[in-house]
């Protein structure tokens, strides 16, 4: 498909654009009272939080769509969306800590929303460690565990929240005043443009994949 | 014929061979009681048990001998070569499902009944202090853990590498179940329990069952054809 071939680069070059901006528009908000610098990580660790979570809603829906279904297309979009899932819960796991260390004085906490989220990485990591290690077959396996991966979250969030709470609540981002919205929007802008190419790309790489595999073994027979 | 009937049909089949094999039940067993002697040396200091730690050491160790129950319902059938056959039988996908689940909770209650008083008696256990509860928590947190289990471990029969994969599925998807259960009985347990939260936990897990066991109904057929 050549207009998708085109968008990837078009996406690519203006979330590069704007993620090279991002520090000078981030400068631009003031500081928070009390945490001072550090909270400036916020406008990186949010929008990657939040599109691991749009990873893993896209790899639910598709993995239920390919196991009801049989939709290869929803395959490949499922595979793409849980590495995506892995890599920006990676990335939230890194800017979460050096954040917290500063803030809350302890790298690590186990309250509902960073339990939550690390249990939500395991389930993803271990659809595509199934993926690699399964063998063939493997992928109606992975759509099961992708689908119920998705069913789980509002379980995990209950039950680590009777568990105990301590992260920022979901009233804070509508709240913020304007001068800190437009660096976050902003930046959430630029994760998500950069989550869109990558996703194409790797969707189309698990196309040609498939196709490669289908041609050597069409040779071999 | 109806799905519970052909599903009981199943499960007194897996019954009667583990009946005369007695596999799963000896080695299920055997491995619980080695948990709890690493979990001893972990746990109990100057002839004390830690507090809060009888609870976590209850279900860890249902959860370990739980994945070696459900790798090894499903490798039996497959070694057998008497999956296809079960599959091929002119009964519903369902009744298969359901049939397995039951036969592994049955499996699944024999080793609790035997760890129960063990964890009590070597941790010191106050599991007579709301025995309706901890048996409420021990029936849903289990079924929970069955009902996902089952359906992965009837999937995994076809792959490679199954044994390794398992656990490695199996523990971040059965979380809620598990955290539920462990959360309710450490409550249960606690110098100060808190009936309140226990039941908490006892309508999360009836919830979760329900919702997994309609889940697993639903994506078992799609999942085991071909």
Same mark, same amino acid.
């Given at each position: 498909m050549p207009q998708r071939d085109r968008l990837v680069p078009i996406l690519l070059v203006v979330s590069g654009l704007m993620l090279t901006a991002s520090p000078f528009v981030i400068d631009t908000a003031p500081y928070e009272a009390t945490m001072g610098l550090v909270q400036r990580i916020f406008y990186y660790h949010f929008p990657m939080a939040m599109n691991m979570m749009l990873a893993a809603i896209v790899c639910g829906v598709a993995s239920a769509i390919f196991l009801f279904r049989r939709r290869e297309r929803a395959d490949h979009i499922a595979v793409a969306a849980a590495e995506m899932a892995v890599v920006f819960g990676i990335l939230t796991m890194i800017t979460g800590p050096l954040w917290a260390r500063k803030?809350?004085?302890?790298?690590w906490v186990w309250d509902a929303r960073i339990t939550s989220t690390f249990i939500m990485w395991l389930v993803f990591g271990s659809y595509l460690l199934l993926r690699r290690f399964g063998g063939a077959g493997s992928e109606v396996l992975a759509a099961a565990v992708g689908f119920f991966g998705m069913m789980l979250v509002p379980f995990i969030y209950y039950s680590v929240e009777l568990w105990r709470t301590l992260h920022p609540g979901t009233s804070v981002v509508p709240s913020l005043p304007t001068s800190m919205g437009i660096p976050l929007y902003f930046c959430w802008v630029a994760f998500t443009l950069l989550f869109v190419a990558l996703m194409s790309t790797r969707v189309r790489l698990e196309r040609s994949r498939v196709l490669l595999e289908r041609a050597y073994r069409a040779v071999e027979d | 014929m109806g799905i519970l009937r052909a599903a009981w049909m199943i499960t007194r089949k897996d019954l009667v061979v583990e009946v005369r094999s007695r596999e799963l039940i000896y080695t299920a067993v055997f491995f619980a009681i080695s948990c709890l002697l690493i979990f001893a040396f972990a746990f109990v200091q100057d002839g004390r048990t830690v507090e809060h730690a009888p609870a976590g050491i209850l279900w860890v160790t249902i959860v370990f001998a739980g994945t070696l129950v459900l790798g090894r319902t499903f490798e039996r059938e497959r070694q057998a070569e008497t999956l296809r056959a079960l599959l091929l039988s002119p009964i519903e996908r369902p009744a298969i499902y359901l049939g397995k689940l039951f036969s592994l909770l049955i499996v699944l209650a024999g080793v609790q009944v035997v760890l129960l008083p063990l964890v009590a008696l070597l941790f010191?256990? *106050?599991?007579?202090?709301a025995p309706f509860m901890l048996a409420g928590l021990l029936a849903l947190g289990t079924i929970g853990f069955a009902t996902v289990g089952t359906l992965f471990a009837a999937m995994l029969?076809?792959?490679?590498?199954r044994d390794v994969l398992l656990p490695v599925v199996l523990y971040p998807m059965t979380l809620p179940a598990l955290v539920g259960g462990m959360q309710g009985t450490l409550w249960i347990f606690a110098?100060? *329990?808190n009936y309140a939260l226990v039941q908490n936990w006892l309508a999360m897990l009836v919830f979760f069952d329900a919702v997994f066991l309609t889940l697993a109904l639903w994506s078992f057929t799609p999942v085991m054809s071909e």
């Open positions: 803030s809350w004085g302890v790298w | 010191g256990a *106050p599991v007579l202090r029969t076809r792959v490679s590498s110098a100060e *329990p």
